[in-house]
């Protein structure tokens, strides 16, 4: 059973415009989540993360926003570049085995010009 | 600048035959791991190795042996392919020190027929 669950598969936007990624988690006990961006024939690669004890971080033009009553965070990214077109993988690790993560299913993001 | 290389990049496998994904990683990192990726269920964890001469089960273990000789190196088996195991394969390393980024190989598309 997947403990962490990203439920669109697929977000379309505007180049310029914000991209909202949801990501929902089942583990009480995850308190370190991560983004990942994926792009074809590549690896995925380190974004962003977040601590279980904060709310909120900011690199950039990404920001991550963790709801841990909701079991709930979010990726938002301002403004939205061609280049942003990618897989985007939400993940989440648990105390000290933070190199163990488990995955979300992945969100194709597609910037339009 | 090699980071963590994975060879092959493309398998096809027929039922029953074994081989070995390769991976290799030059950052002197504890950590390695194997993932697999399936459409709709994100990146699973199959095996992990937090040092040279210690692995551990992950989430799918079932049909991989993995070992771990020399810290740089983490080689994956499959004894007996099925198609089931038909994948993307993806090896990961990590310093392991608290709160570490996962650095990704670029990835084996293994097809079993």
């Known amino acids: 059973d997947q403990q962490v669950k990203q439920n669109s598969p697929s977000l379309s936007v505007q180049e310029g415009r914000i991209s909202i990624l949801n990501c929902d988690y089942t583990n009480s006990m995850f308190d370190y989540f991560l983004w990942y961006k994926k792009y074809p024939a590549e690896g995925p690669t380190f974004l962003i993360s977040?601590?279980?004890?904060?709310d909120k971080n900011e690199d950039g033009r990404f920001t991550v926003f963790l709801n841990k009553s909701a079991k709930h965070l979010s990726l938002h990214i301002v403004p939205s570049q061609p280049g942003d077109s990618a897989v985007y993988f939400c993940?989440?690790?648990?105390?000290?085995?933070?190199?163990?993560?488990?995955f979300g299913a992945g969100t194709t993001v597609t910037v339009r010009a | 600048n090699a980071g963590v290389t994975q060879t092959p990049k493309f398998q096809v496998l027929k039922t029953g035959q074994s081989m070995t994904l390769q991976c290799a990683q030059d950052?002197?990192?504890?950590?390695m791991s194997w993932y697999r990726q399936d459409p709709g269920m994100g990146l699973r964890l199959i095996h992990y190795?937090?040092?040279?001469?210690?692995?551990d089960q992950g989430e799918v273990p079932n049909g991989y042996n993995v070992s771990r000789s020399t810290t740089e190196d983490f080689p994956l088996r499959l004894l007996s392919a099925a198609p089931s195991q038909t994948s993307v394969y993806f090896c990961?390393?990590?310093?392991?020190?608290?709160?570490?980024?996962?650095?990704f190989g670029s990835g084996t598309q293994l097809s079993v027929l």
């Open positions: 993940a989440a690790s648990a105390g000290s085995n933070d190199y163990k993560l488990s």
């Open positions: 950052m002197n990192h504890e950590y």
């Open positions: 190795s937090v040092g040279a001469g210690i692995t």
């Open positions: 977040i601590s279980s004890i904060k």
């Open positions: 990961a390393s990590s310093s392991g020190t608290q709160r570490s980024e996962l650095f």
